[in-house]
């Protein structure tokens, strides 16, 4: 790689993206009575077809966009990223989570050694310890074998965890349910843990530096709680083993906490805290749908990485998507998307992406240090269809923003319908392929008048139409199409950071919080030198906690 950045907004696609942008008229509705626009807009990527017709685009965008890839090199930092180049350079680490989902027997280098059969070692060692969980083998410290797995992390250690967890509920193995601790907020272990027995319970405390102050307090009242909970007669090393084991790439300081390091499970530095839910921070998940359906899931990934890897730039789903992105947020000015699942499953995954596209592509400068001169890093949000149709979606329909919106659907309900049984699963879907359709043709005056309305409602009842659609559909929401759509969205996020120029995969702007936290801390606690430290803001906020905190 080069040393500096291409700065985008100097190349000639960007001046050509300017003037389209500039002379751009949108007309949905006659781009859609086009049945070859709508044929050559629709693509394949693994399991996922993936119709881009409803968005604002002409064939000129389309070209200018590669263009604008293809001055930038976005394919040869694709290709640095899966050879192991040290992209993450204000970190000066490879980015190489691609890898965790390679098959046996693929060579990946990373810093001139192969990480494929170190990957493969602990996903066994993950695997072997899934399955003693499932069958009862392994045991707590009383011998009853455990009922409640209980994830300890935060960020990156928990939202992936979380999110497929949730996607996956018809896989779980029944009789084993697993609960996610994450806040720093006591409540949130205080529910976690209500009504948990401590001789079926067994933690894995995720965190990928085991330094992370919010797990560490969570994963030491975990502790205590456990150790109360089985009482004196219970040898408090040995019940740590029975009931707690690690993932980080620290094992030293999992070793300090008290953790039997052969209960640990390693990864490594190029794997991102938000891009390793594929790693062994995916435990907890590995316990719960087994190592079988994990492997699907892993092999899911691999699929769309294979695409993103080897397509064509015209019909590379997750670079067509992120040069989308490109053309809304730079061009026409959009500051947000929306993901908008069709899957009660999926409630989970627009919180999952905001952490992967926002603390991925959220950064001022660009990765040699100059700052951008564009707009980056747009804000993600959602929920799911069609609970959102009755809430936020009046302004993506009739608002002055423009949100382009990616709408998630599957072709085959989680549960097969029994006889007699009336298919709501096609209502559903008839609500997604109705939106889709009503923010792309909206509806005009005349038609609303036809409806027999007043003229003086008229105005109210219109809608201007041409507001963009992704529409993303599956066979099914399997393991592996949740590992296609997760790897979908890690592509199109670095696709926008390569545009962009920005290291995607470094988070600093987590780094102040935690720091400031720690100097903040002992003020609360009545450090009179540490509070006199404070700011008069921040000091007026410490008094008022003082004030009204009851004894
Ligand atoms: C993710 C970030 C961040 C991280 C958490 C937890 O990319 O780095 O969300 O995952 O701060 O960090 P640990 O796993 O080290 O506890």
Known sequence: ??????????????????????????????????????????????????DLSKNLLTPDVWRALRALAAEIGVEARRDAMFAGAHINSTEGRAVLHTALRQPEGAVVMAD????????????????????????????????????????????????????????????????????????????????????????????????????TLETLTNARLCRSWLLDGL??????????????????????????????????????????????????????????????????????????DEHFRTAPLEQNVPAQMGLLNIWYTNFLGAHTHAVLPYSQYLHRFPAYLQQLTMESNGKGVRWDGSPVTTETGEVFWGEPGTNGQHAFY??????????????IGFANPAHALKDGDVDVHELFLANFFAQTKALAF??????????????????ARTFTGNRPTTSIM??????????????????????????????????????????????VAPAIAGDRSALDAQDASTQGLIDYYHQHRKA
């Open 231 to 304: 009482g004196a007669g219970v040898d408090r090393k040995d019940a740590v083993a029975k009931h707690f084991v690690a993932v980080s790439t620290a094992l030293d300081k999992v070793a300090d906490f008290g953790i039997d390091p052969d209960n640990a499970f390693g990864f490594w530095d190029w794997v991102g805290g938000r891009y390793s839910v594929d790693s062994a921070i995916g435990t907890t998940l590995a316990v719960a749908i087994g190592p079988e359906r994990f492997a699907e899931l892993l092999a899911g990934f691999h699929a769309m």
């Open 442 to 459: 909206g509806k005009t005056p005349d038609e609303v008048r036809a409806e027999g309305t007043a003229e003086r409602l008229v105005p």
């Open 112 to 211: 001139g050694d192969d990480v494929v059969p170190a990957v493969h070692e602990v996903l066994a060692r993950v695997y072997a310890f899934a399955d003693k969980v499932r069958s009862g083998e392994w045991t707590g410290a009383t011998g009853r074998p455990i009922a409640t797995v209980v994830n300890i992390g935060i960020g990156g250690s928990d939202l992936g965890p979380v999110m497929a967890y949730e996607a996956l509920k018809p896989y779980r193995q029944d009789g084993l349910e697993c609960r996610f601790i994450s806040n720093i907020d006591p409540t949130d272990a205080a529910e976690k843990l209500s009504g948990l027995d401590p001789e079926t319970t067994l933690f894995v405390v995720s965190s990928k530096t085991f330094g």
């Open 1 to 50: 790689m080069s040393a500096s950045a291409t700065d985008p907004t100097t190349t000639d696609a960007w001046a050509r993206l300017t003037e389209l942008a500039a002379g751009y008229r949108p007309d949905l509705r006659g781009a859609l009575a086009d049945a070859d626009w709508v044929r050559k807009s629709t693509l394949q990527a693994a399991d996922l077809h993936v």
């Open 474 to 519: 599956a066979p099914a929401l399997t393991p592996s199409v949740l590992g296609q759509l997760i790897a979908l969205y890690e592509h199109i996020t670095f696709t926008q950071g390569a545009v962009w120029g920005i290291d995607s995969f470094d988070q600093w702007g987590v780094e102040l919080g935690k720091q400031l936290a720690l100097q």
């Open 394 to 407: 009046q302004l993506i329909h009739q608002g002055t923003r423009l949100i382009p919106a990616d709408f």
